[in-house]
């Protein structure tokens, strides 16, 4: 009898499993009786923060400074920083110590996890991500320290700016600042709102483009088209999203501040609403308008192989653009001298419906389970999947079952989905060769 020969293991198997064995080891260690100020975490408290912190979520069931220990605080950074460099990129380095070689699709798998598309020099875009992550972590730290250190002393203002760092370039959103409301003390300061907004921002356009920007020396004329387009695209989102801020908010959400403090209010919730999760501002307190705004920015998230989550910016963009071709009556999507397949703009669609259903269905058996308005249960929801972590107090009420299934939400934002379209990406071996009889569907 012939044994048939082992199957080889894909890139993905290792990026899945990857997930789940660091967050259940980070689930262990937070259950851990030292790793709580009172001693005792329940496992599913445990698996939740573990699962955010891996997923760079910021979803928390409790205030992470008052509750967690030293231990605790340490373990669910390093979860942030894992889950912000991402598992595919952890992956390769794995692969690299190994020397193991990387065939054609696990470098695809690769190159198009962390945004690129190039199948050359894997090895050096891995070193660039890392190097790159480490650089910017600690240029922010140094930053925030100027304020850090006189509020908090030496050790813990070195400490909170390493830890909310290292948390705003991986979109994570923890934070230290206990009972005072995330970063709500320093909503008027320009330097840690801009370093965090910086950061944030940095972290969530995608290593290949800031990957990009340094080998090209910052010289806009020789970026690559993916680069400038994403460049584009984020800098009108986040123009728009903070001019529309000012407006539904002046009077509102924004109320108490002055002019300045406004301004800088309404960028910070446009910057960290693309998934970071730190807020300046009560969130309960916010217009209906600045409300749905905030659920459609977390919907659509940073830029594809960043650490941000949602759908992302290429894939709202090239949405937009096939509808206005679409109603244009044109056959092609294109933009400037270039044109876009119209293969990205299926792959975008069903992006777009993937998530949107998970929403739908969460938020429908969310809201079966807890007496909570459909408002929370959809912003909780969005920010879950979006691996946003902004949440309107509601998270520390919910039950084992809701928990539960905003757990599953942010692995699947961070890790399922992002599987889900790699296998709808590779070439199905079994579709037929004979083309089917074209039929008709009438459509609006």
């Not at 595919?88 to 695809?108: A, D, H, N, P, Q």
């Not at 990009?212 to 695209?233: E, G, H, M, S, W």
């Not at 520390?396 to 296998?423: H, P, Q």
Request: with cysteine.
């Amino acid at each position: 009898m012939k044994l048939k020969p082992k199957t080889k293991m894909s890139i993905w198997r290792y990026l899945t499993l990857g997930y789940l064995i660091i967050i259940l080891l980070g689930s262990v260690l937070l259950v851990l009786p030292f790793a709580a100020r009172e001693g005792h975490t329940s496992y599913i408290d445990a698996l939740f923060t573990a699962t955010s912190a891996a997923c760079v979520t910021g979803l928390v069931p409790f205030d992470t400074f008052t509750h967690w220990t030293l231990f605790g605080q340490i373990v669910i950074l390093l979860l942030i920083q894992l889950g912000g460099l991402g598992f595919t990129t952890f992956v390769s380095i794995l692969f690299i110590m190994l020397k193991r070689g990387f065939g054609l699709y696990e470098r695809s798998a690769v190159v198009r996890s962390l945004g690129s598309n190039n199948l050359k020099g894997v090895k050096t875009l891995v070193q660039q991500i890392v190097i790159g992550t480490l650089v910017f972590e600690l240029l922010g730290a140094g930053l925030l320290s100027i304020r850090f250190i006189p509020d908090f002393g030496v050790g813990q203002g070195i400490y909170f700016s390493v830890f909310h760092a290292v948390s705003a370039f991986c979109n994570a959103g923890f934070d230290l600042m206990g009972e005072a409301g995330s970063l709500s003390a320093y909503a008027s300061d320009p330097l840690v709102v801009i370093t965090v907004c910086a950061l944030i921002f940095i972290g969530g356009l995608g290593f290949c483009v800031w990957g990009d920007i340094f080998n090209c020396r910052a010289n806009p004329k020789k970026f690559q088209f993916y680069t400038k387009f994403i460049l584009l695209v984020s800098g009108i989102l986040l123009t728009v999203s903070t001019g529309l801020f000012l407006a539904f908010d002046w009077n509102v959400g924004y109320a108490d501040k002055g002019w300045g403090g406004k301004i800088l209010c309404a960028l910070f919730d446009a910057t960290t609403a693309r998934t970071a999760g730190f807020y300046t501002v009560d969130y309960t307190k916010m217009s209906e308008s600045g409300y749905l705004l905030t659920v459609i920015l977390m919907f659509i998230g940073g830029c594809s192989g960043s650490t941000a989550g949602g759908i992302k910016v290429g894939t709202f963009a090239v949405m937009i653009m096939g509808m206005v071709a679409a109603l244009a009556g044109k056959k092609d999507i294109e933009l400037g001298k270039r044109r876009v397949d119209m293969s990205q703009l299926h792959q975008a669609l069903a992006v777009f419906t993937a998530y949107l259903t998970i929403i739908l269905v969460g938020v429908m058996t969310i809201c079966a389970i807890e007496p909570f308005s459909f408002k929370e249960v959809l912003f909780e929801t969005v920010s879950a999947l979006g691996t946003v972590g902004l949440s309107l107090s509601l998270t520390s009420k919910l039950t084992i079952a809701s928990k539960i299934i905003l757990t599953l939400l942010m692995f699947a934002g961070r890790a399922g989905v992002l599987t889900i379209a790699m296998a709808l990406g590779r070439k199905n071996k079994s579709e037929a060769k004979i083309k089917r009889p074209v039929e008709t569907i009438f459509i609006g």
